[in-house]
């Protein structure tokens, strides 16, 4: 028989400290959400007693735009949160997916980020400072506002990636990146794999500074009408300094290849690469592998369907019409070494799913933080890939 979940949306920080706390006290299992964009990210929402969302958190607690800082509240859309940056010619590089349905705990919470990390890093590198509300009615202050605070960092970095399953972040504070004067992108195609390595390896080993490199094989490149290995390439900075970029690549790729038609939405399509698939796909997968350059090709050799790789970093997502073809290419990757999940996959298959099939020797570590901060395994379980 199913019983009734209590629902709640809490409007400042203390509120939802308290609603932690009171929720705890009466030993019920919490579900703690954003705007629940990416629900068939990670692990199964198991049933909960209360559900508490920060959508209702929606303010911005101090912008210093000559500083370089922000502090908002966790429910506060992402999309809102780059708009007030881009009146400014501001920016949080992240270019998280679902960006445009989720809220900033929601970007931070999952560790989203997406093409221009190879320049500007992830979440643990653009978050300065954190609020985050404990399940005993605690609001805990992380680090600060100023870039160079780094005292209690560490446990704001805790918070980044865990999926809500230790505490509910309340309050971000990001370190800001200036807008680039001009930008260009450059969009290469190649006859093989091999090939496209060979120039992703010499742009990164030349004195270019890409934002970033992305990849994509014959099946994700058709959605750009061409079905060849793509290099997508995103240069910013001064005039003079993307113009190089021309010329650099012109080298690299050959002439043909660097004049080819770029599409103005590449980098939103590329950032919407995976919630677009999971939109066409009921039974969908996506699969993240990390690797070293070098492991590249071997994994991106490895998929049938739609793949892409953050080129410059060493991170593959592999798209799977069914689910249990991924869960298939994820044992075969176990056997070769490769660092994989099931990163995306539908709700209703996340229990019989194994989507995390090897944690390494860090997962003893997480579940004695969780128990640290959750003693009950009240909130969130089994959010983190199923294994918390």
């Known amino acids: 028989m199913e019983h009734d979940v209590e629902a709640l949306a809490p409007t400042t920080p203390a509120e939802l400290a308290e609603s932690l706390r009171d929720a705890a006290a009466r030993g019920r299992a919490i579900a703690l959400a954003g705007n629940s964009s990416k629900r068939r990210m990670a692990g199964p929402t198991e049933a909960a007693d209360t559900a508490i969302t920060t959508s209702a958190l929606k303010r911005v607690i101090e912008y210093e735009p000559r500083d370089l800082t922000i502090s908002v509240e966790a429910g506060l859309p992402w999309s809102e949160l780059t708009g007030i940056l881009a009146a400014n010619r501001q920016m949080i590089p992240l270019d998280p997916p679902f960006g445009g349905r989720a809220t900033v705990g929601g970007v931070i919470g999952s560790n989203s980020s997406g093409p221009r990390r190879l320049l500007y890093g992830t979440a643990r590198d653009l978050v300065i400072g954190m609020r985050f509300a404990t399940l005993e009615g605690k609001l805990v202050q ?64 030349s004195v270019l500074q890409p934002a970033a490199i992305d990849l994509l094989n014959p099946a994700a490149g058709m959605a750009f009408g061409q079905p060849a290995w793509l290099l997508a390439v995103r240069a910013g900075g001064s005039a003079a300094s993307v113009d190089r970029y021309h010329y650099e690549l012109a080298h690299i790729a050959g002439r043909l290849a660097v004049e080819s038609r770029c599409p103005e939405t590449l980098w939103q399509d590329v950032e919407s690469f995976t919630p677009r698939f999971l939109d066409r796909h009921a039974d969908g ?10 492991e590249l090709e071997g994994v ?14 060493g991170v593959c997502y592999g798209c799977f019409e069914q689910s ?10 176990a056997g070769r070494g490769w660092k994989t999940v099931i990163e995306f996959s539908p709700e209703e298959r996340k229990h019989t799913l194994e989507l995390w099939p090897s944690p390494g020797g860090d997962l003893e570590i997480m579940r004695r933080v969780k128990n640290l901060f959750d003693p009950a395994n009240l909130l969130n379980r089994g959010r983190l890939y199923g294994r918390i």
Do not use: Y
């Open 142 to 205: 992380s680090g600060g506002m100023v870039v160079k605070n780094v005292a209690g960092l560490d446990m704001a970095k805790l918070m980044i990636g865990s999926f809500g399953t230790l505490a509910a972040i309340a309050v971000v504070n990001f370190k800001l990146q200036p807008a680039p004067e001009t930008e260009r992108s450059f969009l290469l195609p190649f006859d093989s794999l091999s090939g496209a390595l060979a120039a992703c390896s010499q742009i990164l080993g």
């Open 300 to 313: 991106l050799a490895s998929f049938e369907g739609p793949a892409l790789a953050r080129a410059g970093s």
């Open 324 to 333: 249990d073809a991924a869960a298939s290419w994820l044992s075969g990757a």
């Open 285 to 294: 997968a996506v699969v993240r592998a990390s690797c070293t350059l070098r």
